[in-house]
């Protein structure tokens, strides 16, 4: 079931939680709701769900309005970040509510709630702990018993609150491939809230990052990584540099340094910023040209395959961060101190109108 | 998920002096007082002791007092509950003034709430007058012994569901609403068992303020033998008449009872909230 989402207004108090967002969500997709803590992302889920009403605007499901629709009558299914599981019931019960309460002419025969109750359980892979109360089980396997409870309902819609928000390293990791294959296998469209930008862009088909109660982009997790639309969305999807520049007919200058910027082609002496990730600073130890900064190693921290420096420019003493490869570093062979020659690989460069 | 205290690694210091001192404040306060009342019986016969805990006029005060203060409990059990959902869950003027009120009969002389409770509730009262005709007597009558034990329990249950119903997290009624549970499946299957050992507790205190009191039942009671006289009541008129033993040996099957009905109550809360962890 496809949602929409139409020109959704919501404050709490004079706090604007939702200023005027629009949003699709095709059938079958499985979309990350992104974005730092505070930005509107979980309150606009629970609009979808219809545990909150929206001051304004239309929520859609299958192009029908939804948006008076109770929750109870929505379909949906909702999975809350600290698994909200019925703690005096038995993770059987806790999966069969949702079947049990349906009303005489439509509720399942008690076989027929065995049945499917097992066939959840087997599909979280937790058929074992039928007869466990949740504050019996690890907080990975109490997320799975949420799921499997809210799948139990067969919903149109599959709503998660970070859903691996409480859990640790590890168990996330885990876990959202897990949710990935699962939602390869059901197919049924999923909406979650993280505000973690590695676990977004592993997951979804497709990226919202949201901001202050605002849509900044929508888009493939490739699209977003690779272009971002504005300044927040490149500072929050990953570690950036920042280089004051102005950018004339279609070249950027930076320092010394001049580089192509057929974008802004019809850029006049404009001021800009540009965003360059650290793993596309490119650090030689021979100058190449005229086109790379002389900077000075400042740190040298190892972390697993790759290796995080600090260097210091020469020409204003800005620090740059760069990543490079263990190889790459062990080809370099650098020392705390050392002078080396940096550029930028790739960047991307926001006129100071747009930053 | 027991942790049993140990003599070697324990974080909390002080393990055998603060159990020596709960000992002892409990024997001064608690076990000697009522030893006594053992002790004081052991000086009838076993038959004297029979027929003075037996006499048709005990008997009747033992269905009084037990059956007002169990009918009062499940009264209030249930008011208690409902006073401290719309505390909690509902935002109203004068709410503040409400939740001040329902300490009330902790803090009124019993007395006095007797004394109120029976101009109240007489023929000529402002509710037993509008009772009168529907032929409902209250005030007099096993009824009122009812009513008074309930006005002293209310608090008790409302004050231990309060903080349980505060904490409750909102998330599982959500839960229950997306699962298609209507209000009514939200309140009796998932509510209502989070509050039981609280409900549990509040009612078993009510129940046992209940049987004790003494203030405020003796004057809306009318006090008939047989008919509306509690068992405390024979307790102070044995004690009126000198006859000590015979009042201590009522008082013994009053505490043997009660304490026996308490553990019942204890055991099932024990129950109801272990369940879930095994």
Known sequence: ????????????????????????????????????????????????????????????????????RHVRERQVGFVFQHYALFRHMTVFENVAFGLRVRPKQTRPTEAEIHRRVHELLNLVQLDWLADRYPPQLSGGQRQRIALARALAVEPKVLLLDEPFGALDAQVRKDLRRWLRRLHDELHITSVFV??????????????????KGVVEQIGTPGEVYDNPATPFVYH??????????????????????????????????????????PHDIDIQREPDGASAFKAEVSFIHPIGPIVRLELRREDNSEIVEAEVTRERFRELDLKDGESVYIKPRAMKLFLAEAA | MTARPSKSNTVLPGFKPALGYTIFYLSLIVLIPLSAVFLKTTLLTWDAFWATVTAPRVLASYRLSFGAALLAAVINGVFGLLVAWVLVRYRFPGKRLIDAFVDLPFALPTA????????????????????????????????GVVVALTFIGLPFVVRTVQPVLEDLEAEAEEAAASLGANRYQTFTKVILPSLWPALLTGFALAFARAVGEYGSVIFIAGNMPMVSEITPLLIITKLEQYDYSGATAIAVVMLVISFVLLLAINGLQWWSSHRHTK
């Not at chain 1, 079931?1 to 629009?22: C, P, T, Y």
């Not at chain 1, 950036?240 to 192509?260: C, D, M, P, Q, Y």
């Open chain 1, 1 to 68: 079931m496809s949602i929409e989402i139409r020109n959704v207004r919501k404050n709490f108090g004079s706090f604007s939680a939702l200023n005027d967002i629009s949003l699709d969500v095709p059938s079958g997709e499985l979309v990350a709701l992104l974005g730092p803590s505070g930005c509107g992302k979980t309150t606009l889920l629970r609009i979808i769900a219809g545990l909150e009403s929206p001051d304004q605007g239309q929520v859609l499901f299958n192009g029908e309005d939804t948006t008076e």
């Open chain 1, 194 to 211: 993280t505000h973690d930008q590695e676990e977004a862009l592993e997951v979804a088909d497709r990226i919202v990052v949201m901001n």
């Open chain 1, 236 to 277: 929050f999807l990953g570690n950036v540099n920042l280089f004051h520049s102005r950018v004339h007919a279609g070249f950027a200058r930076i320092g010394e340094l001049e580089l192509e910027a057929p974008e802004h082609a019809a850029a006049a002496d404009a001021a800009a910023l540009a965003y360059v990730r």
């Open chain 2, 112 to 143: 006095v709430a007797g004394i109120a409770l029976t101009a109240v509730y007489s023929t000529n009262g402002w509710i037993g007058s509008w009772l009168e005709p529907h032929g409902i007597k209250v005030a007099f009558t096993p009824l």
